[in-house]
């Protein structure tokens, strides 16, 4: 891989930050450029990098796609706006969930995201803006595990020889890509963001797309999304490198006021990692499995059986798909 990484115990953040400032400002020029927020950490970065280099030339948008977690669109914006970033949001919703319609195969959904986030929704707003930039927040890990076969990240494209000038109508600028995480909290941090948006749990680039097998339908999204806000809610005191639920595509058996139930299954997933390339499951207490248990079989319309994944990374993987 021609990308060279710079360790967190190389990276000095004051120095990176100016680097970057003055290239990304170089490369755009007097031109206007886009900028892709999603809120997770890495993209939430890119935007105040961004910020600082082009000021008003910069355009930044929150795509809402459908598959976010709860209350993410409005956290977003508001945190941005604090910061003195203005956000447009814009809903995508019909548009993603057409795209993912009938589709099972986890590449194939990952694709269909791929192609209406850079073909429709964000070719569109280049096209009006008149920007020939778009910024977003691709970091190493993205690239490896692309490039190594383990799975598509939707955000890699010149990487694998995606011209996207010719493809899209657009040039990609991703300032962080030398970085993992590690390296982009440190930068978070140098930029002034609060702890509670630059150490947020990391976030996948397909949302909630990720933690769905199977097809990825707006009723079944919303399942996902209310056992996230279990997960999260139960899990957000636990000092863990990132904690998930997960929807099943088989029904399992279940019983409820005294009937028998032929319901839905969610997989919670947490772990130990310094860098995503591997990990560990947390050990997490039996009473705090159970809390979540018996929260989501509760709270979560259909949901009959609660599971933990106790293996680690490899051979299992962080996300679902």
């Given at each position: 891989?021609?990308?060279?990484?710079i360790?967190?115990?190389?990276l000095?953040?004051?120095?990176?930050?100016?680097?970057?400032?003055?290239?990304?400002?170089?490369?755009?020029?007097?031109?206007?450029?886009?900028?892709?927020?999603?809120?997770?950490?890495?993209?939430?970065?890119?935007?105040?990098?961004?910020?600082?280099?082009?000021?008003?030339r910069?355009?930044?948008?929150?795509?809402?796609?459908?598959?976010?977690?709860?209350?993410?669109?409005?956290?977003?914006?508001?945190?941005?706006?604090?910061?003195?970033?203005?956000?447009?949001?814009?809903?995508?919703?019909?548009?993603?969930?057409?795209?993912?319609?009938?589709?099972?195969?986890?590449?194939?959904?990952?694709?269909?995201?791929?192609?209406?986030?850079?073909?429709?929704?964000?070719?569109?707003?280049?096209?009006?803006?008149?920007?020939?930039?778009?910024?977003?927040?691709?970091?190493?890990?993205?690239v490896?595990?692309?490039?190594?076969?383990?799975?598509?990240?939707?955000?890699?494209?010149?990487?694998?020889?995606?011209?996207?000038?010719?493809?899209?109508?657009?040039?990609?600028?991703?300032?962080?890509?030398?970085?993992?995480?590690?390296?982009?909290?440190?930068?978070?941090?140098?930029?002034?963001?609060?702890?509670?948006?630059?150490?947020?749990?990391?976030?996948?680039?397909?949302?909630?797309?990720?933690?769905v097998?199977?097809?990825?339908?707006?009723?079944?999204?919303?399942?996902?999304?209310?056992?996230?806000v279990?997960?999260?809610?139960?899990?957000?005191?636990?000092?863990?490198?990132?904690?998930?639920?997960?929807?099943?595509?088989?029904?399992?058996?279940?019983?409820?006021?005294?009937?028998?139930?032929?319901?839905?299954?969610?997989?919670?997933?947490?772990?130990?990692?310094?860098?995503?390339?591997?990990?560990?499951?947390?050990?997490?207490?039996?009473?705090?499995?159970?809390?979540?248990?018996?929260?989501?079989?509760s709270?979560?319309?259909?949901?009959?059986?609660?599971?933990?994944?106790?293996?680690?990374?490899?051979p299992?993987t962080?996300?679902?798909?």
């Amino acid at each position: 891989m021609s990308i060279q990484e710079i360790s967190l115990n190389d990276l000095n953040p004051t120095e990176f930050i100016e680097a970057q400032c003055r290239l990304i400002s170089k490369q755009v020029g007097k031109s206007k450029a886009v900028n892709a927020l999603s809120g997770g950490v890495d993209s939430s970065v890119t935007t105040l990098l961004a910020h600082r280099a082009l000021e008003d030339r910069l355009l930044t948008y929150f795509i809402d796609n459908g598959l976010m977690r709860e209350g993410e669109p409005e956290f977003v914006v508001s945190g941005m706006k604090q910061l003195g970033v203005q956000v447009e949001l814009v809903d995508a919703r019909q548009e993603f969930f057409s795209a993912l319609k009938g589709k099972t195969d986890p590449e194939e959904k990952r694709q269909a995201i791929t192609d209406t986030f850079y073909k429709n929704v964000f070719g569109r707003l280049v096209k009006e803006s008149g920007a020939a930039y778009l910024l977003q927040g691709t970091i190493y890990t993205d690239v490896e595990e692309t490039v190594a076969g383990i799975k598509r990240q939707h955000n890699i494209l010149a990487q694998l020889g995606i011209d996207t000038k010719a493809a899209y109508g657009y040039t990609v600028i991703e300032p962080l890509i030398r970085l993992r995480k590690s390296g982009v909290r440190a930068i978070g941090k140098a930029l002034g963001m609060p702890k509670d948006m630059y150490h947020r749990v990391p976030f996948p680039g397909p949302a909630l797309g990720a933690r769905v097998i199977g097809e990825a339908t707006p009723k079944r999204i919303a399942l996902v999304r209310k056992a996230t806000v279990v997960v999260e809610d139960v899990l957000s005191a636990i000092d863990a490198f990132q904690y998930m639920a997960i929807l099943h595509e088989d029904r399992v058996t279940g019983i409820r006021d005294g009937k028998r139930e032929y319901g839905f299954q969610i997989e919670i997933r947490c772990w130990d990692s310094r860098d995503a390339v591997t990990a560990s499951p947390t050990q997490i207490s039996f009473e705090l499995l159970r809390k979540m248990a018996d929260r989501i079989t509760s709270e979560v319309p259909g949901v009959v059986s609660v599971t933990y994944n106790i293996t680690p990374k490899p051979p299992s993987t962080i996300e679902a798909l």
